[in-house]
């Protein structure tokens, strides 16, 4: 009797603290919602209270920061980012986990070195990198430096790492190419990890604002965080009007990480037997 008494403790207690930390994330969102709905004479009043809503505030925020461009702007940078940091990824990926060749452990740790340099220390050269070529204010400027990542190539690569090398020996012996290994067997048997890698990178990309600043000057190539910046611009006496973009901006973030939480977590645990 009595361990079952515990044991129901230890379950309330445990309850309790998933229910304060669902307070804790959910309630600055539930604040950002309200203040979004409400009008601007009315986002001081009862902030904490859903009251005198209306939609007049979204529509006015995506028509004063051009929101709509800018959505489809980094939707479709991101997209491209995301789409060739995955095949680069697994095949960089491959050749480290089953290819043979002179200095490859040199070389992937010359690949994970660069995860130690920050974004920060090499924006001045990338931007003039992209000025010589006159790619400012342009999707190649917003998309071709971030078509590789280091921390795909590691990830994949230790599960890879997990594959048994008789099924890569077996795979050969029947004939099966090294691209045919990699697309039918590799590639499916790492579907969480790669999963895991796309919404990885595609959040990654979508949150994007240092490089977007730096790189363009026309509105044309607004992605959604330099959109927010513009409408914090042009709104700076209507704070509800940021509130309100900020909510349509984060909108697909919510909606593809529910989408994708399953492969998320299934992708963060997949790699976790092998090093």
Do not use: C
Not at 7 to 31: C, D, E, Q, S
Not at 228 to 257: E, H, M, Q, R
């Amino acid at each position: 009797m009595a361990i079952d008494q515990v044991y129901g403790a230890r379950k309330v207690g445990r309850y309790l603290l998933l229910t304060f930390m669902a307070f804790v994330v959910i309630f600055p969102i539930y604040m950002m919602v309200v203040g979004a709905l409400k009008p601007g004479n009315k986002v001081l009043v009862n902030p904490l209270l859903p009251t005198d809503f209306t939609t007049g505030t979204l529509t006015e925020a995506w028509r004063t920061g051009h929101l709509g461009r800018a959505l489809w702007n980094s939707a479709y940078v991101s997209v491209l980012i995301t789409l060739a940091q995955v095949v680069t990824s697994i095949l960089a990926a491959y050749a480290f986990a089953f290819l043979r060749f002179p200095g490859k452990t040199f070389v992937f740790v010359a690949f994970l070195a660069t995860l130690l340099v920050p974004l920060e220390a090499t924006l001045t050269v990338n931007r003039r990198t992209m000025q010589s070529l006159s790619w400012i204010n342009s999707y190649k400027a917003l998309t071709i430096p971030f078509l590789a990542t280091a921390f795909g190539i590691f990830m994949i690569r230790q599960v890879f790492l997990t594959i048994p090398k008789e099924m890569h020996e077996a795979a050969s012996m029947d004939g099966l190419g090294r691209l045919g290994f990699l697309w039918q067997v590799a590639v499916p048997l790492s579907r969480p990890t790669i999963g895991a890698l796309t919404l990885f990178s595609f959040l990654t990309s979508w949150n994007q604002y240092l490089w977007p600043t730096l790189v363009t000057t026309n509105q044309k190539f607004n992605t959604v965080q330099t959109g927010l910046k513009t409408l914090k611009l042009a709104a700076i006496d209507k704070p509800n009007l940021v509130i309100a973009g900020t909510v349509i901006v984060a909108l697909p973030i919510f909606v593809v990480l529910i989408a994708f939480q399953r492969q998320l977590i299934r992708g963060l645990t997949a790699g976790a037997v092998k090093g």
